[in-house]
Structures are given as structure tokens and as C-alpha cells.
T-cell receptor
């Protein structure tokens, strides 16, 4: 079974600075997808960014980018120019390309605080 | 377009009671899932569906039933509530397996 680990329960960053959230995963599969989800205080989960394991190019969405290291099974999220609205719980998630349905395996989450 | 709607938002049950958590989406998505979120554990998959009439078990299915009689609705049934089922429950749907839209969650307490 796949596992996803987020070793930083809490992180903080100053507004306008850059922060990197870590995620590692364990799998024996070669084809899979990785995601970062954001959960603000409203509780609703929002997809931030998605990475396909077969794509070597790191995904980018505006101020959010990932550092995907397939051999190291590492998938970190970098938030540039941090804003107060970025404060949330961030979850890393894994989905096998071989199973049916949208079976996501989540990490434990990292609570991000943005200081003004 | 309401997205993914979960009802109720909050619920308190007594041990042994049964109830149904409702989930509805108006985006004609085939893929729907139920997760539970517990402190320090992230979200764990309970059941999922790949289309009307098709459901399967996730990581933690015991004590829960689901059905998918229509594309729009995916209710989660607690057969006999236990304190271990105290959690926040999220329903998600997607047109593809990748992009999942989550509901706002249902906070359930079992006394």
C-alpha cells in the first residue's frame, strides 16, 4: 500500500516571502499522480497543483510550484510571495494510475501560518 | 451551479443510532468519493464510485454503506453509530479521476 508522509506539522512564513512544504511518499508503482490540496479555515478542500509521475517537468500554477524528485520519492510545494490568504492546512496526496476511481491517499497535513 | 453539496453540516448522534449523510453534485461527474478526516491523520477514503450503480470500498469502509442510484447523489449511511465514527466527513466528485471537488464537510459527533 502507498503511504504519504508530511514531516512538518506546522510551518510559518512572513508575508511576501517564500516557503517550502515537504512531502515524501512510498510506492512500488511507476505510474501515478501527486497533488497538493489546500484546506482553509472554511474546511473546504481546494486543489492547488497536480503532477504526473511521467512528466519530468515540475508543475507550476502562478505562485505555487513543486519540486518533484521521482527517484527520491519527494514532492515539495513552494509558495512564492506568500499572502495572508495562503494560510491554511496543506495536504499532499497520491493517486495510483492503476486503480479505478479517484482513490487518493493523503498525508497528515502541514498547517501554514502567514505572518503580516 | 452549486458544486458539491453536503447535508447536514453538523450532527450529533447517540451510540447505536443510524443516519445518512447526503452528498449531491450538479456537475454530472462520474467519480464520487467519501473521506473522513481525523486529527493528525489526514483524509482517509471510506467508499468511492465510478458511476451510477458502481461502488467500491476504500481504506476504512467498516460501519458504512453507500449506494449510487443516480449520477448526482452519493449518500453515506452509518448503520449503527459508534464513538470511533466521530469525525469530519467529506464528499468529493470529479469529471475525471484527477480533479476532485470537495464539499464543505459534515462534522459528526457520536456520544
Amino acid at each position: 500500500a502507498q503511504t504519504v508522509t508530511q514531516s512538518q506539522p506546522e510551518m510559518s512564513v512572513q508575508e511576501a516571502e517564500t516557503v517550502t512544504l515537504s512531502c515524501t511518499y512510498d510506492t512500488s508503482e511507476s505510474d501515478y499522480y501527486l497533488f497538493w490540496y489546500k484546506q482553509p479555515p472554511s474546511r473546504q478542500m481546494i486543489l492547488v497543483i497536480r503532477q504526473e509521475a511521467y512528466k519530468q517537468q515540475n508543475a507550476t500554477e502562478n505562485r505555487f510550484s513543486v519540486n518533484f524528485q521521482k527517484a527520491a520519492k519527494s514532492f515539495s510545494l513552494k509558495i512564492s510571495d506568500s499572502q495572508l490568504g495562503d494560510a491554511a492546512m496543506y495536504f499532499c496526496a497520491y493517486r495510483s494510475a492503476e486503480t479505478s476511481g479517484s482513490r487518493l491517499t493523503f498525508g497528515e497535513g502541514t498547517q501554514l501560518t502567514v505572518n503580516p | 451551479n452549486a458544486g458539491v453539496t453536503q447535508t447536514p453540516k453538523f450532527q450529533v448522534l447517540k451510540t447505536g443510532q443510524s443516519m445518512t449523510l447526503q452528498c449531491a453534485q450538479d456537475m454530472n461527474h462520474e467519480y464520487m468519493s467519501w473521506y473522513r478526516q481525523d486529527p493528525g491523520m489526514g483524509l482517509r477514503l471510506i467508499h468511492y464510485s465510478v458511476g451510477a450503480g458502481i461502488t467500491d470500498q476504500g481504506e476504512v469502509p467498516n460501519g458504512y454503506n453507500v449506494s449510487r442510484s443516480t449520477t448526482e447523489d452519493f449518500p453515506l449511511r452509518l448503520l449503527s453509530a459508534a464513538p470511533s465514527q466521530t469525525s469530519v466527513y467529506f464528499c468529493a466528485s470529479g469529471l475525471t479521476r484527477d480533479i476532485q471537488y470537495f464539499g464543505a464537510g459534515t462534522r459528526l459527533s457520536v456520544l
